[in-house]
């Protein structure tokens, strides 16, 4: 891969594949080679529906007998509040179906916030200092919003910093109805790792596909770096890995596909 700006030790490398099923593949054996190297690394995952074909690769991985995840820690980015884990359109839920039933992990090592705690303050404090207590994220798994949110840090005047409550955007709220009977449904406040949060992160790996994405994609990498595009902040993190497909890269000039920005 060629290095077209020096930016000393930030680095965002721009993996630009052919498709979805490409998209997974690559993702999942990047998280698989962290899983290699540290058998007990702490895994930032998240939701949505680019996501799912990675946690099929990892499974694949560990079923071949490549993986062992008996000693992985994993901290989800983000959760619904007002929706218990059990209930089906629960981060909680969805991370049970797409991997974590499928895996050895030790589900006593799997944190997602609780979007049901009476006092979320207190859940957000704690969330963090568990994750402080477990080392901080190794490597970080990220989707992205059409809007260039990440988590659910939606556009706004300043970066957030820690795990906090967040009232979603129209948007997102939008977007997320297709998961659900009606948009009146879509629950409207979530608790997400802040910005800062994700930024500590030792590794970051972005996925994205399709040309909604585009957009958000433009601007993580060639934007300003605006809170109005949250992820766009990711221009400052030294180790940031965007696995996209070519609609989702197809704002980006071709010469900086496949290289390091
Ligand atoms: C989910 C999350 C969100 C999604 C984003 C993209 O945990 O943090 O930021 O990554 O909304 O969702 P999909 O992949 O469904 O397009």
């Known amino acids: 891969m060629k290095k077209i700006i020096n930016k ?34 702490v895994l930032g995952l998240a939701t949505g529906s680019t996501p799912i074909g990675t946690y099929q690769d990892m499974i694949a991985q560990y079923k ?11 901290f989800n980015l983000d959760e619904y509040i007002g929706v218990t884990a059990d209930n089906d359109q629960s981060y909680a839920y969805f991370m049970k179906e797409n991997l974590f039933q499928h895996v050895n992990i030790d589900l006593a ?17 704690a969330y963090e200092a568990k994750m402080k207590a477990a080392g901080g994220v190794d490597l970080q798994l990220l989707g992205i919003g059409n809007n260039g949110h990440i988590g659910f ?7 957030s910093q820690r795990t906090h409550t967040v009232q979603l955007t129209e948007s997102t709220i939008e977007a997320n109805a297709r998961f659900f009977k009606t948009k009146e449904e879509v629950p409207t406040m979530a608790v997400t790792m802040g910005i800062k949060t994700i930024m ?20 993580t990498v060639l934007g300003p770096i605006d809170p109005q595009v949250p ?3 990711l221009q400052l993190h030294k180790d940031t890995v965007l696995v996209i497909d070519e609609e989702a890269a197809s704002l980006l000039p071709k010469e900086i596909w496949n290289t390091e920005v």
């Open 200 to 219: 500590n992160a030792r590794k970051v790996v972005l996925v994205a596909t399709g040309k909604g994405k585009a957009q958000a994609i433009y601007g």
């Open 64 to 74: 071949e007998g490549v993986l062992d995840f008996s000693k992985v820690s994993v």
């Open 231 to 233: 992820s766009s902040i």
């Open 153 to 159: 840090n939606e556009p706004d005047h300043n970066f």
């Open 8 to 41: 000393g030790e930030k680095e965002m490398k721009i993996v630009v594949v052919k498709n979805s099923e490409e998209m997974s593949k690559k993702a999942g054996r990047l998280i698989g080679s962290q899983v290699i190297v540290k058998e007990n690394c």
């Open 109 to 125: 090592k799997t944190n997602i916030p609780s979007g049901m705690a009476t006092d979320m303050e207190a859940e957000c404090l």
